[in-house]
T-cell receptor, first 113, second 112 residues
Framework: DSGVTQTPKHLITATGQRVTLRCSPRSGDLSVYWYQQSLDQGLQFLIQ???????AKGNILERFSAQQFPDLHSELNLSSLELGDSALYFC????????????FGDGTRLSIL | DAKTTQPNSMESNEEEPVHLPCNHSTISGTDYIHWYRQLPSQGPEYVIH???SNVNNRMASLAIAEDRKSSTLILHRATLRDAAVYYCILSIAGGSNYKLTFGKGTLLTVNP
């Protein structure tokens, strides 16, 4: 158990819809990262937050947005969903200092029908 | 970003040591070497990381070449639970951005 909690575990929705994925980091961790894992692209970094502020952006689409709340949990919002957005979405957390391990949740599997 | 090269797959027998290689010839002086693994249907799991010296923890050992252009993750006694995809990653520690850039990794099969 990594201590990172992601909900829901599975999400099935249709094209054009909007969903919110939630992540609770490990106790004491200030930084949250979102990654997307698809069969063709592998694991890709989307975005990082540290203590409520955005710190880095990766290959995140404009239709996607995220935030980190004062209690440090984070949400990833995906809108105008397309079939290609079907993937596993992982959240990770770390203390936020250089080269400290990231601890991953078990992911949310998003299926777009 | 400095890149890593790993074999696509490796096979081992249970209770034997496993040496997983990684080449990173363009590594910079400040890049750390991280290893993560991903078991089936789970999120990636941190294994070990190091900068210049060899490192040991309860899960594995990390041997880093003197010129730092390659490293080897050592599992001392493989178990069936060690079957996973192993990723060798160089940390991008510029500023406050600590994202991990995952490659394809090495799929380790452990035979009973």
């Amino acid at each position: 158990d990594s201590g990172v909690t992601q909900t829901p575990k599975h999400l099935i929705t249709a094209t054009g819809q909007r969903v919110t994925l939630r992540c609770s980091p490990r106790s004491g961790d200030l930084s949250v990262y979102w990654y997307q894992q698809s069969l063709d692209q592998g694991l890709q970094f989307l975005i990082q937050y540290y203590n409520g502020e955005e710190r880095a952006k990766g290959n995140i689409l404009e239709r996607f947005s995220a935030q980190q709340f004062p209690d440090l949990h984070s949400e990833l919002n995906l809108s105008s969903l397309e079939l290609g957005d079907s993937a596993l979405y992982f959240c990770a957390s770390s203390v936020g200092q250089p080269n400290q391990p990231q601890h991953f949740g078990d992911g949310t599997r998003l299926s777009i029908l | 970003d400095a890149k890593t090269t790993q074999p696509n797959s490796m096979e081992s027998n249970e209770e034997e040591p496993v040496h997983l290689p990684c080449n990173h010839s363009t590594i910079s002086g400040t890049d750390y070497i991280h290893w993560y693994r991903q078991l089936p249907s789970q999120g990636p799991e941190y294994v070990i990381h190091g900068l210049t010296s060899n490192v040991n923890n309860r899960m594995a050992s990390l041997a880093i070449a003197e010129d730092r252009k390659s490293s080897t993750l050592i599992l001392h006694r493989a178990t069936l639970r060690d079957a996973a995809v192993y990723y060798c990653i160089l940390s991008i520690a510029g500023g406050s951005n600590y994202k991990l850039t995952f490659g394809k990794g090495t799929l380790l099969t452990v035979n009973p």
